[in-house]
């Protein structure tokens, strides 16, 4: 089983820059692709970015230019570097782990593992 940990969120102010991290523990890190997902106060959650176990990675329209994933699996994290925040990016931030050599996408059915949430909370 996947566990995954985030950490990093906390209140900020419109066009700040914040780092959010990703703990994982269990079996074939490398070889699961990995993302991150939001949810809104009163929206459903929604795809922010997914990295693959090449490294290839996406982004949400939303969030182009502006957040960047990454992954380190040998630290056994996965990251989500936001910059110029806004305040309709206020939400809780999810970590989501596929299965072991699965490729998955912006659906978050696709993604079998789940954190608890880090709260994001952009201020004017």
């Known amino acids: 089983q996947l566990q995954l940990v985030e950490s990093g969120g906390r209140l900020v102010q419109a066009g700040d820059s914040l780092t959010l991290t990703c703990a994982l523990s269990?079996?074939?890190?490398?070889?699961?692709?990995l993302a991150w997902f939001r949810r809104a106060p009163g929206k459903e959650r929604e795809f922010v970015a997914s990295?693959?176990?090449?490294?290839?990675?996406d982004v949400a329209d939303s969030a182009k230019g502006r957040f960047t994933i990454s992954r380190d699996n040998n630290a056994r994290k996965v990251y989500l570097q936001m910059e110029s925040l806004k305040l309709e990016d206020t939400g809780m931030y999810y970590c989501?782990?596929?299965?072991?050599?699965?490729?998955?996408?912006?659906?978050?059915?696709?993604?079998?593992?789940w954190g608890q949430g880090t709260q994001v909370t952009v201020a004017s």
């Open positions: 990295i693959n176990f090449f490294h290839s990675t």
């Open positions: 989501a782990g596929g299965v072991e050599g699965e490729r998955v996408g912006k659906w978050d059915q696709e993604y079998s593992f």
């Open positions: 269990g079996p074939a890190i490398s070889d699961r692709d």
